[in-house]
């Protein structure tokens, strides 16, 4: 079970983040904050319905292992995608010009994402998704755990909250992609930032049913902090190294946010005697984030993607 589970998330991960890839190369640049908005949006229903129907497969008697009969149903639209999905202009004309290197090689070219001029974007962009991830993985993945041990929630209030996670999922990452569109990719990454961590502290600290459901789907529909790091990533690399900036940045060293997340919560909600206190202060690590952002990472709305592998 445990290594299906494995293969099954590190398939998820890498086609997730390959169309965030492939639809920011096929788009305009005056609406791929918005188009990426709803590709998130669209992502975060999905993630919402294994929670919905759970109650109702435990109650026919297909029990949880029929959410893994629901994920294989994708596999029908196979034929579909094979059809109709084609290689981005941007990448074809690239591969022209610059050919992929023998896969020997092909461990040198990551070495630019180090190199001078390019560093200090890559630095950047690790350090937003690695925030991104361990907020993910300590405030969203903690909620349920302290909703029972700490509110005294039981699953029938639980069951509740993919009512309002699909419209506040849809609504935070459509809204995602609109703010970057509109005002640019460094006020949408700091307004979620800093909304995210004013969510979660609502989240954790109100003691009315209410509010604490406010503060969820809040921290829910702020997750478009994944739509906006996806857009920034892919407009901050060239053609060539693009999809391995997203790997390097995303899959490896952000994705290692979400591991030490649990492990830096659970241990502080022991010392300090409440998940509460614990989550409460390790929101605070998104508006660190902030200024490293400026620091780091230029604007790049409505920048087209072949003019970066024109300028570099």
């Given at each position: 079970?445990?290594?299906?589970?494995?293969?099954?998330?590190?398939?998820?991960?890498?086609?997730?983040?390959?169309?965030?890839?492939?639809?920011?190369?096929?788009?305009?640049?005056?609406?791929?904050?918005?188009?990426?908005?709803?590709?998130?949006?669209?992502?975060?229903?999905?993630?919402?319905?294994?929670?919905?129907?759970l109650s109702s497969f435990e109650?026919?008697?297909?029990?949880?292992?029929?959410?893994?009969?629901?994920?294989?149903?994708?596999?029908?639209?196979?034929?579909?995608?094979?059809?109709?999905?084609?290689e981005p202009a941007v990448f074809?004309?690239?591969?022209?010009?610059?050919?992929?290197?023998?896969?020997?090689?092909?461990?040198?070219?990551?070495?630019?994402?180090?190199?001078?001029?390019?560093?200090?974007?890559?630095?950047?962009?690790?350090?937003?998704?690695?925030?991104?991830?361990?907020?993910?993985?300590?405030?969203?993945?903690?909620?349920?755990?302290?909703?029972?041990?700490?509110?005294?929630?039981?699953?029938?209030?639980?069951?509740?909250?993919?009512?309002?996670?699909?419209?506040?999922?849809?609504?935070?990452?459509?809204?995602?992609?609109?703010?970057?569109?509109?005002?640019?990719?460094?006020?949408?990454?700091?307004?979620?930032?800093?909304?995210?961590?004013?969510?979660?502290?609502?989240?954790?600290?109100?003691?009315?049913?209410?509010?604490?459901?406010?503060?969820?789907?809040?921290?829910?529909?702020?997750?478009?902090?994944?739509?906006?790091?996806?857009?920034?990533?892919?407009?901050?690399?060239?053609?060539?190294?693009?999809?391995?900036?997203?790997?390097?940045?995303?899959?490896?060293?952000?994705?290692?946010?979400?591991?030490?997340?649990?492990?830096?919560?659970?241990?502080?909600?022991?010392?300090?005697?409440?998940?509460?206190?614990?989550?409460?202060?390790?929101?605070?690590?998104?508006?660190?984030?902030?200024?490293?952002?400026?620091?780091?990472?230029?604007?790049?709305?409505?920048?087209?993607?072949?003019?970066?592998?024109?300028?570099?």
């Amino acid at each position: 079970f445990t290594a299906l589970q494995l293969g099954a998330r590190f398939f998820l991960v890498t086609q997730l983040a390959l169309a965030y890839v492939i639809l920011s190369e096929e788009l305009p640049p005056e609406v791929r904050g918005r188009a990426n908005g709803w590709l998130g949006g669209f992502a975060s229903v999905g993630a919402a319905v294994p929670y919905a129907l759970l109650s109702s497969f435990e109650d026919l008697g297909i029990g949880w292992r029929g959410l893994f009969g629901l994920g294989a149903i994708p596999l029908l639209l196979w034929p579909l995608y094979a059809r109709t999905i084609r290689e981005p202009a941007v990448f074809v004309a690239r591969q022209r010009e610059r050919p992929a290197p023998p896969l020997r090689q092909e461990v040198r070219e990551w070495l630019r994402l180090v190199a001078p001029g390019v560093r200090l974007r890559f630095a950047g962009v690790a350090a937003f998704w690695w925030t991104v991830n361990f907020w993910s993985g300590t405030a969203l993945a903690f909620f349920t755990l302290y909703a029972f041990q700490e509110r005294g929630w039981d699953a029938g209030q639980l069951t509740w909250l993919p009512l309002g996670m699909i419209p506040a999922g849809i609504t935070g990452y459509a809204i995602s992609g609109f703010v970057m569109d509109r005002f640019g990719r460094r006020v949408a990454a700091s307004a979620f930032l800093i909304a995210s961590t004013a969510a979660t502290w609502i989240a954790f600290g109100s003691t009315a049913t209410a509010g604490i459901m406010a503060g969820y789907f809040a921290m829910v529909g702020l997750g478009g902090l994944w739509t906006i790091a996806a857009t920034w990533t892919a407009e901050l690399f060239s053609t060539d190294l693009r999809a391995t900036a997203s790997a390097l940045t995303n899959n490896v060293i952000g994705r290692t946010g979400i591991v030490v997340g649990p492990v830096v919560a659970g241990t502080l909600a022991e010392s300090l005697g409440s998940i509460q206190l614990a989550i409460t202060w390790l929101a605070a690590v998104n508006l660190i984030c902030v200024p490293i952002v400026w620091w780091t990472l230029p604007e790049t709305r409505g920048i087209a993607l072949d003019k970066i592998d024109a300028e570099g």
